[in-house]
């Protein structure tokens, strides 16, 4: 992809003080798009968001819980206010929470439908409605996970909404394409980010040994998928999902999770 292969485009991605989400951004950014960097970690936000200006790209940082209507609906007026339009958006915040199905807290299950998928639903919704106005199309990109194709222990919660992220993103093809407006998710399996590494310092070696192409996603294995689904290349795609996890879905040996700080 070309460094201008975005110009002229502005995007939002939540979540995106670190991890899959920095990446993305930088990305876009460093590719000729305007980027509204949300986080819910207001000094992550704002330290990523210069990250990427150092490196020549256009960032703005807006802190804020990216599963709050109100807060959703001021990042895309900001976006619009700031630069114009909204052609991007990337509903990439999301939480983990793992527990034994039994057991798990009710608190726990309604804050993992929050943002996962009513924060999701919500974004979509007022970026859309904010690019059918423009009349001139758009991308929109869910992030969903492996584990919305495959049983994963302790994560039936987290399992699920993402198995409804890809349902969203299937379903809105409907509602979307009359206005040239493409809706995808991007499934990553074990990715190396600064969450997994610090939760688990053994995540490399485990994920290495039991994913077929012999290691974990790294961020810009993930990041390369995202930006091909919301580029001009992708055109004609909506509606699916694709899975990024070096063959793991393929086989879907589970890790031990005996050692695992489970929150």
């Not at 106005?133 to 302790?154: D, E, N, P, Y």
């Not at 053994?202 to 974990?216: E, F, H, K, L, N």
């Not at 689904?229 to 990024?244: E, R, W």
Request: proline share 4%; glycine share 8%.
């Amino acid at each position: 992809m070309n460094d201008s292969l975005f110009a002229n485009q502005v995007a939002l991605v939540t979540g995106a003080g670190q991890g899959i989400g920095f990446e993305i951004a930088r990305q876009l950014s460093l590719r000729g798009a305007a980027v509204v960097l949300n986080d819910r970690d207001a000094t992550l936000a704002h330290q990523a968001a210069e990250a990427i200006q150092q490196e020549g790209g256009t960032c703005l940082a807006m802190p804020g819980d990216a599963a709050d209507e109100p807060f959703i609906q001021a990042l895309v007026q900001m976006a619009v206010e700031r630069f114009g339009k909204l052609t991007i958006a990337v509903a990439n915040a999301g939480i983990t929470l793992f527990g034994d199905f039994f057991d798990y807290p009710s608190a726990d299950l309604r804050r993992v439908l929050d943002v996962n998928l009513v924060g999701s639903f919500l974004l979509t919704q007022a970026a859309s409605r904010q690019m059918r106005t423009q009349k001139s199309g758009g991308r929109i990109l869910l992030m969903s996970s492996v584990v919305g194709h495959q049983a994963h222990q302790q994560l039936a919660a987290y399992a699920m909404t993402k198995a409804g992220l890809e349902m969203l993103a299937k379903n809105l093809v409907v509602e979307l394409s009359p206005f040239g407006i493409t809706i995808n998710a991007v499934a990553p399996g074990a990715t190396l980010t600064e969450r997994t590494q610090q939760e688990d310092p053994t995540y490399s070696d485990v994920w290495s040994a039991i994913t077929p192409m012999g290691r974990p996603a790294t961020r810009e294995d993930i990041a390369n998928a995202a930006l091909f689904l919301l580029s001009p290349f992708s055109g004609h795609i909506t509606g699916q999902s694709l899975v990024v996890d070096g063959g793991w879905t393929s086989v879907s040996p589970l890790p031990d999770l005996s050692n695992m700080d489970k929150k």
